[in-house]
């Protein structure tokens, strides 16, 4: 048994209150020494107001996990980068694919872990679709991740401004499966919807393909009500593959498969003790390449102001 | 003396007449075998209406040249990658960084050169420029990139379309030139003023910095009449580099350098030759990557109809 690893936590948001923190409460592998946030609070460790107080008051914090907007988390991985800390980023791990690029190579020179995570990757039924489909020619894919944003981000501004990413903010989480369970794709079009009083997209409609040829759909749309959409239906040569709820349920041919319950940030933090323990890190661009290439390739419409 | 190259090339438009079949003419490493274009034609070689029909009866072709707009040119690469042939790509490489990331792992399965051509890189101040860098510190960078659209793309309408790029046409060439020079920096915000019946952006105002914190700032400008600007201006702690004609000018502390001749396109096409007989490939895909981080991070404005 080794030493569990000094962690601090960046952002006290509502992804770090739903996930984050119970998780490391609870994992054998972590002990939360503090957190910083300039909104947010958690009981029972030192408060700062930033990442600095932390690394300068915390002498012996050896990882730090990144919960805030992306606009605003470059500048606190590099420092942690540069204090000698292992770093976790919430998704997606920066506002530009460059930004991530350098501090992949300033972890690589200081010699420390850099995760970038995708938490829909730790679905559970996402490794038993990859296994699947390793072995079969795919016909046509199709990704439909339709969702209210009312519930999901009541008032959360910043995901409505320019780098904030819009639908693409859960719409990456179906990037992420997808660039895990299929070949390499590309996008060939796409239809963005913006609201006029807003700077990020409320839907997008995007069309992919493989070298293959193999058509790839995705409708992303944030104005769902009523039932929860975040299904990935795979058709094959050799049967139907869906992935639904998010990666939860797994049916193939319309036969639901046997999966362990949902445990995707318990899945990240381990992963993330074990990079931090072979000194490795993981930083897949891929999903957001994908959405990148959506804002540069892709047209956009004006559609209905959104208010919340 | 080794064989010239026998050499397709494919989009037979203003660049391909302006550049590319003077300079294969003129080189004693190639020997351009036949054109394929839609629209274009050129006199003494065969010419073809698709890379297909070129392929299938010219079985001695060795490479291509793809200067077709981007939003074309994936299939044709993959289609000459399959085939066997080196690739040439105008720039930009794709409409899209995923599909170059494909054509790039075509290519090395199938044992062929991919060159994802900068020509701004083999303006003659360039290399003097980055080398005499190499040993300053930089205190700010300011980069002016202002041109008639008109005079430079008389109704080229695919360049205001959906993965066009408006004015990021010309200014990856200036974001070239700063990713060969200067160490690697990242978008920070953007603003981006998109005609209010294009897709594209006419003019854009971009904000980066480096992992030191150095101020880059670019102005992109399509509506520039007049004397046409192409300038990087880098303040160092030992003096002032500007480098100006889109790099045919370098002042050191307002002295002149003197520097051969432009010859961007001979420069381009002497490192695909070598690349060919060296068995290599060259896809340096961060200018694309700022364009796309300014797609996915920028503001966007509406400005005034532009009509050509």
């Not at 936590?9 to 609870?26: N, S, T, Y």
């Not at 991985?77 to 920066?94: Q, T």
């Not at 999901?152 to 179906?174: K, T």
Request: net charge negative.
């Amino acid at each position: 048994m080794t030493d569990p690893i000094r962690i601090g936590l960046v952002g006290v948001g509502k992804i770090a209150r739903d996930q984050h923190l119970p998780v490391i409460d609870a994992s054998p592998d972590y002990r939360l020494v503090a957190v910083a946030s300039r909104h947010g609070e958690h009981a029972g460790v030192p408060n700062y107001r930033t990442l600095a107080e932390m690394i300068a008051e915390q002498g012996g914090l050896q990882a730090v996990a990144l919960c805030q907007p992306p606009q605003a988390r470059f500048e606190a991985a590099l420092a942690a980068i540069e204090a000698g800390l292992h770093v976790f980023l919430e998704k997606p791990p920066g506002a530009t694919l460059a930004e991530v690029g350098l501090l992949t190579e300033a972890a690589r020179r200081r010699g420390v872990s850099l995760f970038a995570s995708w938490h829909s990757r730790f679905a559970p039924g996402v490794e038993p679709a990859r296994s699947w489909l390793s072995t079969r020619r795919i016909r046509s894919v199709s990704i439909a991740w339709m969702e209210d944003v009312r519930h999901w981000h009541p008032g959360q501004d910043w995901i409505w401004e320019a780098g904030g990413m819009g639908v693409f903010d859960p719409g990456i989480n179906a990037l992420s499966i997808a660039t895990h369970i299929l070949p390499p794709f590309f996008l060939t079009g796409a239809t963005l919807e913006v609201p006029e009083n807003r700077q990020a997209p409320i839907a997008g409609d995007l069309r992919f393909t493989d070298a293959a040829g193999t058509p790839i759909h995705a409708t992303f749309d944030w104005r769902q009500t009523g039932p929860q959409t975040w299904d990935i239906r795979v058709e094959t040569e050799d049967g139907t593959l869906v992935l639904s709820k998010g990666g939860a349920v797994l049916t193939l041919d319309g036969r639901d498969q046997p999966l362990p319950p949902e445990a995707e940030y318990r899945g990240l933090y381990d992963r993330f003790a074990a990079l931090v323990r072979s000194g490795a890190s993981d930083v897949d661009l891929n999903p957001l390449i994908h959405a990148a290439d959506a804002f540069l390739r892709g047209e956009r419409r004006s559609v209905e102001a959104f208010t919340d």
